[in-house]
């Protein structure tokens, strides 16, 4: 069909300048190079995804040569759940340029060291069927452009952080080391019986700059360069302490926040927990996931460790001794307390075989009295208790009363009250009206008398 639409498109031009040679002035011919358009369609389709998570289906480094302006377009197909978005990063600045979700606006692209970034992400808010998808990307240059699919970044790095409870709600604290090729963090929880569970994934770069991403049940940092140092990656998280156990000396080591870390991907079990009567609690555990195209090295990062130890070596350079001092107070009170516990009375154990003992006659009536005489205590206190309540409920009910007939009185002397200002008022307007009326009456006569 294109084929077909150029041929009679070069047909239609021809007979026009047959009939008007004039108008081939209009068209600029072989000068076009202001007015061309290239483009480039990419395909792919994504697998099945789970809820709340985040993935990178595709990423292109571009690489001007010349001043260029650039347009992506995406195309796909509406998917509950599903959250498609471009992004184009300038590479040198770590800056995301301006678009919109199904691609950036028109941009002008200047030729910088490391180019710029087009990535296209995903994230779900609930389970994803396959959906496929395209890319069309619009250039007036030739721009330089992958043959085949888009590439997406692998999986560098996979490490996992069970929950524990630490100052500050940080789960974990890991030290990335400087990477040739531009990363992305995706931090998320699992598993999914903590649905509402808010999360912070902060990075401090080596130059000071900080960068912050806050999520349910997860957090994405979706571009990162870290060129001139190591970067700190913080994850912190609040779980409802409803669905936690409460805090146990025979906690399995999961729970104590033990450290697991392995290449690729790494198993989101998590290991059960005892709650206070021997019930098998799932404690969240916490995913960092570090996406790159190259190897990315990633370790715990002991700062924080260094610090306490640096500060405590300070408080004993200001105070020498203070160390030995505290450890023999930490001695001396477990000693204390082990003295004491040695000096209690051992505890017979259950199982213990006690000799039966057979009671006479007299012992068996002394305890039927004394048995009687407890039933007959208790008999006794829950019948005062009866009267007592009793006693009250009839006062109170009759101070109801009592207040209700009050009530009632105050109302009738109101009523007698207005009743009787009633009465003094008609009266008294009567005998207004009769003055009135006998001076009128006078009035009339005396001057009836003059006339």
Known sequence: LDAALDDFAALLFKRLFELDPSTTSLFPHGSDE???????????????????????????????????????????????????????????TATELPGTPSGPVPTFL?????????????????????????????SNTDLPLPDGPLPAPAIAQDLSEAWARRRENVVFRYCVQPAAQPLSLQMAVRPEEFPNTPCTLAVTLASGTQLTATGLCGAIIPFLRIVDGPASVVGRMVVSETRLPSPSRDAPASAKGARSMSRATTSTSTAPAKGKKGTEVILPQCRLRILSRDAVSAAVDNARDQEIAATKLGWEAVNPGRRARGEGLRTKFSSSTSVFLEELPPRRASLDPVPPRLLDEESRRQRDLERERVVDGFEAARQAILKAREATKAITVETARASVRHSLDLQAMRARSQADLMTARAACNERITAAIAEKLAAAHAAGSGAS
């Open 34 to 92: 202001d007015i061309r358009c290239t483009y480039r369609n990419f395909t792919g389709k994504t697998e099945e995804r789970p809820v709340h998570d985040f993935a990178i289906l595709a990423q292109a480094c571009l690489q001007p040569r010349t001043p260029t302006i650039i347009a992506a377009r995406l195309t796909v197909p509406d998917t509950a759940g599903a959250v498609f978005s471009l992004h184009l990063i300038d590479n040198d």
């Open 110 to 138: 200047s030729p910088n060291k490391s180019g710029y970034t087009l990535q296209l992400t995903l994230r779900t808010t609930a389970v994803v069927p396959p959906v496929a998808w395209g890319i069309r990307i619009i």
